[in-house]
């Protein structure tokens, strides 16, 4: 994902996102849950910098939900991610078209 890429998932600059990488600023509490959507990390990793449980091979409580709502490889972020980007009312006819199935 880009910076452009990522700042638009967040409505926020490309400028933001290469401060945010090169360390100049960090983001602001609001966006810290669409960052771990956007980049599929767990929040400890986004805040504290400590591995994702596959890397460290302990696991860690998780709901349903939150491993359903992590992309498991780039086809599946590139999905959500335009899913995100999707107006309410189209996202709502897609998740009908999904269920019927």
Do not use: H
Not at 7 to 12: I, N, S, Y
Not at 70 to 82: G, I, K, M, S
């Amino acid at each position: 994902m880009t910076q452009e890429q990522l700042g638009f998932e967040l409505g926020v600059t490309k400028s933001s996102v290469s401060a945010w990488e090169n360390g100049r600023e960090t983001p602001g509490f609001r966006l810290l849950e669409a960052l771990r959507q956007a980049l599929g990390r767990s929040l400890d990793e986004l805040i504290c910098d400590a591995p994702a449980a596959a890397e460290t091979g302990v696991s860690k409580d998780t709901t349903d939900t939150d491993a359903a709502s992590v992309a498991r490889n780039p086809d599946e972020r590139a999905l959500l991610a335009r899913y995100r980007r999707l107006p309410a009312r189209k996202r709502g006819a897609l998740l009908e078209l999904i269920r019927r199935e």
